[in-house]
């Protein structure tokens, strides 16, 4: 009656190996035909000084952004919540905001100049992937 359902962890393993193969292959069929190099999983690839200031600018902005939506949130009725200062819509606004700005750069600084255009496919499909996984209610396996 209470708590997750038998299947629940068989099925939020599958939704993650689908997720995460369909992130792969897409990345590496897009990286294969504009011809881009593989960077690194998780780091910092700054074109420049300003980009990095940007990128910091925006990492702390999100930080606090994240605080201050707990602390105002907590306060609130459950039901009553702000949903923009909500965990997942921040996170979502921050990778948005982070990739359009390291597009940006590549765009202008980049010695591949198709490094922009991954960074914005990826972008749009991890959201598209992403907005599908919610309103298909996880492919129906939730």
Same mark, same amino acid.
């Given at each position: ?22 992130? #792969?292959?897409?990345? #590496? ?7 881009? *190099? ?15 200031? +940007?990128?910091?600018?925006?990492? +702390? ?8 939506? $707990? ?18 819509? $921040?996170? +979502? &606004?921050? +990778? =948005?905001?982070? *990739? ?5 750069? *590549? ?9 922009? &255009?991954?960074? &914005?496919?990826?972008? =749009?499909?991890?959201? =598209? $992937? ?13």
């Amino acid at each position: 009656m209470y708590g997750f359902d038998r299947m629940f962890w068989l099925d939020l393993l599958i939704l993650l190996v689908i997720v995460i193969s369909l992130l #792969t292959l897409f990345n #590496t069929v897009m990286r294969k035909w504009l011809k881009v *190099e593989k960077k690194d999983f998780f780091s910092y690839n700054h074109m420049n000084a300003k980009h990095k200031k +940007i990128d910091w600018t925006i990492r +702390i902005l999100f930080l606090v952004s994240m605080f201050l939506g $707990l602390f105002i949130n907590v306060r609130r009725d459950p039901l009553e919540g702000f949903w923009f200062l909500e965990t997942w819509f $921040l996170m +979502i &606004i921050f +990778i =948005v905001v982070s *990739e359009t700005v390291r597009a940006m750069m *590549e765009w202008k600084h980049a010695v591949n100049k198709k490094d922009y &255009i991954f960074t &914005i496919s990826q972008l =749009v499909f991890g959201v =598209v $992937l992403l907005l599908s996984v919610f309103k298909t209610n996880f492919f129906g396996l939730m």
